[in-house]
C-alpha cells in the first residue's frame, strides 16, 4: 500500500475524497489468490491493454491513477498532468527496479549511467493516457458494490467500448470521405465576447479578442452555398498558436448549447432549424456529445486544447435555404472551471456539406445497432449499484501527444522530440518484437532478461519478515545503495522465485518463514552484540516493533474486538478529538460503539493524505503522498502515550478488562494466568 502510495483522497490543494477502495479490494484479494507475480505486474501497469481486459484487470491499472491531484483554484490541469506522468516513471523504477530515477529528470544520474534523455523515453510510455488531472477524475469506470456481479458489469463495459470504437471508426472514415466546403463569408458577434474574423486556408474563422467571459455565446452567420440542401454542419476548433500547443496545450472549452438558425433574406422571423445528432472526434469521450444539443456540458477540448477538434451536426432534414437567407450556428459555452478559467472556444471555423450519406447516417442500421448497444448497456450498468475507481486508458491514436525532453526538468522548457519510448541503454533491450507501448514495458519488467525485477522484490519481501533487506536500501539498488550483505542468497532466492516457485508471493514467504534462519529465537547470543549489532550475519531471528497497523490490530484482536470481514468501503474508527479539520466537506463519521465497522482491521482504514489517522504517523507510516518503499523505524514516548491515552486503544484496554473480569477463577492473579 505504502509503494502504491494507496490513499483513499486526491492529496495537494484540496485533498478531496476519492473512490479508490475498490482497487485497494483488488490487492488484497491478489494476495489472498497468490496472483503470480509477473502478472500482478502486468496487470497494475497495462491491465487496460491486454487483450479484451477484464473489469478486475481495468481496477488493477488504479496503480497508476494513485497519483495525486490537484483542483485548487488557479492551478494548470497540464502541470499537474505532467507531474502525474513523472510520478508514474518514478513509482515504476522505485517499485520493480529498486532504482532512484527522479534525480534523472533534471540531469544524467550522477551515479549511474543514465542519461537526461532516457528518463523522458520512458516517460513516453504514460504521456499517451487519457487522465489530466480533471476535477472529475476521467476516465472513471463504474465498479459493482457486490463482487458478484463483477463479471455481469465487465460484459456490458467491454460491449459500451467495443460499440463506441465501432461508431468512431463508422465517423472518422465518413468525416474524411466528405468533400467539406469551407465556409469563407462567415460573421461573427459574441454575446459576453468580443469576436473578428480571420482569413486562413480557405476558411473565415472566428477569433475572440481580449478577455473572454464565462458562459459566453458566440453567434456564427454565413450564406450558404446554394444548390443541393445541406446534410451536416462542421464546427472545427483550434488553438491559438497551433505550434506551441503540441508543446504547451492551451485552456479547452466546452458547448453547453449548440443551435442552428436559418435567418431569412427579408427580415421575417428566424427559424430554428431541428438538429437530430451531434458527431464527436473521441472514441471515448468523457461526456456524451448530444448533451450539447439538449444544454449542459457535451461536447468540447476539455480542459485543454492541443490540436484541431471537430464535431458534426447532422439536421434532423437536408437544411434547404432560400437565396439571400443565411444560417446562424449558435455556440453557448461553458463555464469557469477551477475558479479562474472559462471554457470558451477561442479560435474556429466552419464548413458545410451536401453528402447524403450523413442524413442516411441517422437511419443505418448498423449505426442504430451500435446506438442501441450503448443505450442499454450503460442502462443495465447504471441499474447494478456501484462506486467508481478511476483508470488507464489510452489514447485514440489521432490523439496522440508528443513527448519532449525538459531542459533542466522544466515541464514548460521543451527540447528534444522523443521520437519512441524506450528503456535506458543500461538495461536489457525491449525485444524487437515487442511493441513499444505500456504493456511491452510492462512486459519486459518481468521477463527472463531482466532479473532485476525478481531480486527487487525478493529483497522486499526479506525486509517485511526480517526488518533489514538483503540490500539494506531497498529503494536503491544502483551504485550509492547498500551493496548486498548476502549476495549469492539473494541471487539464489532470486532466480528460483521466478523459475521455481514460477512468481508464486505465497510459496516465496513459505520459504522464507520456515526457513532455519527465521525460526531462529531472537535472544541475542553473548558476545554478538558487539560482534553483529545489526544482524547482517543472521546469526538469530528477527526482532521488529509492530507497524502501526499491526499495533491497532493487535490490540483489537486481545480485546475480542476485532471485526474480520475482509473488503468494502473505507472505515472511521475513534480518532482523539480536535484531529479532524479537513480542507473541505469530509465528515469523519465513527460508527458507533458495538458496531462492528468500528473494529475492522486497519488496511480498511480510511487514508487521507493531508490528515493521516493519528495512531498510524505517530507509529511511523508515511502520508503516501509518493511511492514509500519502506518505513524508518522509531522509537519515541509519544508511540507509548497513544497506546495509553488514545480512543481507540482505551476502548481496546475496557473490553480486555470486562473479558477477563468475567473470567470464573476468583482472583485476579489467577485470571492472568
Not at 481580449?210 to 483550434?238: D, I, R
Not at 475558479?339 to 470558451?344: D, I
Not at 525478481?454 to 551504485?479: H, K, M, P, Q, Y
Not at 503522498?625 to 488514545?646: F, G, I, W, Y
Request: proline residues 8%; aromatic residues 8%; charged residues 25%.
Amino acid at each position: 500500500m505504502d509503494l502504491a502510495r494507496y490513499a483513499d483522497s486526491e492529496g495537494l490543494g484540496s485533498d478531496k475524497r476519492r473512490n479508490t477502495w475498490k482497487f485497494r479490494d483488488w490487492l488484497i484479494d491478489s494476495f489472498n489468490q497468490d496472483k503470480p507475480f509477473d502478472q500482478f505486474t502486468i496487470e497494475q501497469l497495462a491491465g487496460d491493454l491486454l487483450p479484451n481486459p477484464t473489469l478486475d484487470q481495468l481496477i488493477a491499472t488504479t496503480f497508476q491513477r494513485l497519483t495525486q491531484s490537484n483542483d485548487e483554484g488557479g492551478t494548470d490541469d497540464e502541470e499537474f498532468r505532467v507531474t502525474a506522468v513523472l510520478d508514474r516513471v518514478n513509482t515504476t523504477w522505485e517499485v520493480w527496479q529498486g532504482q532512484t530515477f527522479g534525480c534523472v529528470q533534471c540531469h544524467s544520474h550522477p551515479y549511474d549511467p543514465i542519461k537526461h534523455d532516457e528518463y523522458y523515453k520512458f516517460a513516453a510510455f504514460f504521456n499517451q493516457t487519457r487522465d489530466a488531472d480533471l476535477a472529475e477524475n476521467f476516465p472513471e469506470i463504474a465498479i459493482p458494490l457486490d463482487r458478484s456481479k463483477h463479471n455481469e458489469a465487465g460484459k456490458l463495459h467491454t460491449a459500451v467500448l467495443k460499440a463506441e470504437s465501432a461508431l468512431y471508426e463508422i465517423h472518422g472514415s465518413l468525416n474524411k470521405a466528405t468533400a467539406w466546403q469551407p465556409v469563407s463569408n462567415l460573421e461573427a458577434t459574441g454575446k459576453g465576447t468580443m469576436l473578428k474574423t480571420a482569413d486562413q486556408d480557405g476558411f473565415r474563422e472566428f477569433r475572440t479578442t481580449g478577455n473572454v467571459a464565462s458562459s459566453s455565446t458566440h453567434l456564427l452567420s454565413f450564406l450558404p452555398p446554394q444548390g443541393a440542401p445541406l446534410t451536416a454542419l462542421k464546427l472545427e476548433l483550434l488553438p491559438v498558436d497551433e505550434a506551441a500547443a503540441r508543446l504547451t496545450p492551451e485552456w479547452g472549452s466546452f458547448l453547453r448549447k449548440i443551435e442552428v438558425t436559418i435567418l431569412p433574406a427579408d427580415g421575417s422571423k428566424p427559424r430554428p432549424v431541428p438538429l437530430a445528432r451531434l458527431v464527436g472526434d473521441e472514441e471515448h469521450p468523457l461526456f456524451d456529445p448530444e448533451i450539447s444539443l439538449r444544454g449542459g456540458q457535451g461536447w468540447g477540448p476539455y480542459s485543454k486544447i492541443d490540436r484541431t477538434r471537430w464535431c458534426v451536426v447532422i439536421p434532423q432534414e437536408p437544411i434547404v435555404v432560400e437565396p439571400g437567407a443565411k444560417l446562424q450556428v449558435s455556440l453557448a459555452n461553458g463555464g469557469t472551471i477551477i475558479a479562474s478559467f472559462p471554457m470558451v472556444a477561442k479560435r474556429g471555423r466552419l464548413s458545410t456539406a451536401t453528402d447524403p450519406a450523413w442524413t442516411s447516417l441517422l437511419t443505418r442500421s448498423e449505426v442504430t445497432a451500435l446506438r442501441d448497444t450503448i443505450s442499454n448497456s450503460s442502462k443495465q450498468l447504471k441499474a447494478i449499484p456501484s462506486t467508481t475507481v478511476p483508470v488507464m486508458r489510452e489514447l485514440e491514436p489521432t490523439a496522440r501527444r508528443e513527448t519532449h525532453v525538459f531542459i533542466r526538468g522544466n515541464w514548460l522548457n521543451k527540447g528534444d522530440l522523443i521520437e519512441t519510448p524506450d528503456v535506458p541503454a543500461l538495461f536489457p533491450k525491449i525485444p524487437a518484437s515487442a511493441k513499444h507501448d505500456r504493456l511491452g514495458m510492462a512486459k519486459w519488467l518481468v521477463s527472463p532478461e531482466n532479473p532485476l525485477t525478481a531480486r527487487v522484490a525478493v529483497n522486499r519481501f526479506w525486509l517485511e519478515l526480517f526488518g533489514t533487506g538483503i540490500v539494506e536500501t531497498a529503494e536503491d539498488f544502483g551504485s550509492s545503495g547498500v551493496k548486498p550483505y548476502h549476495p549469492e542468497l539473494l541471487d539464489d532466492l532470486a532466480v528460483r522465485f521466478q523459475s521455481d516457485f514460477k512468481w508464486s508471493i505465497k510459496r516465496l514467504l513459505r520459504e522464507l518463514a520456515t526457513s532455519a534462519t527465521y525460526r531462529q529465537s531472537a535472544v541475542i547470543a553473548p558476545g554478538m552484540a558487539e560482534r553483529d549489532q545489526s544482524n547482517r550475519l543472521l546469526a538469530r531471528g528477527p526482532r521488529q516493533r509492530l507497524t502501526a497497523e499491526m499495533a491497532r490490530d493487535h490490540a483489537l484482536s486481545v480485546s475480542g474486538l476485532i471485526t474480520h470481514k475482509t473488503f468494502g468501503m473505507p472505515t472511521h474508527p475513534p480518532i482523539p478529538d480536535g484531529v479532524w479539520k479537513p480542507f473541505n466537506a469530509d465528515a469523519w463519521k465513527t460508527p458507533m460503539p458495538g458496531d462492528p465497522e468500528r473494529y475492522r482491521r486497519s488496511v480498511y482504514t480510511y487514508w487521507k493524505r493531508s490528515i493521516p489517522y493519528p495512531t498510524f504517523a505517530t507509529f511511523d507510516a508515511p502520508t503516501r503522498e509518493m511511492c514509500s518503499k519502506r518505513r524508518l523505524v522509531s522509537n519515541t514516548p509519544l508511540q507509548a502515550l497513544t497506546v495509553m491515552n488514545d480512543p481507540a486503544f482505551d476502548e481496546c484496554a475496557r473490553a480486555l478488562a470486562g473479558w477477563i473480569e468475567k473470567l470464573p477463577a476468583p482472583t485476579i492473579e489467577e485470571k492472568l494466568s
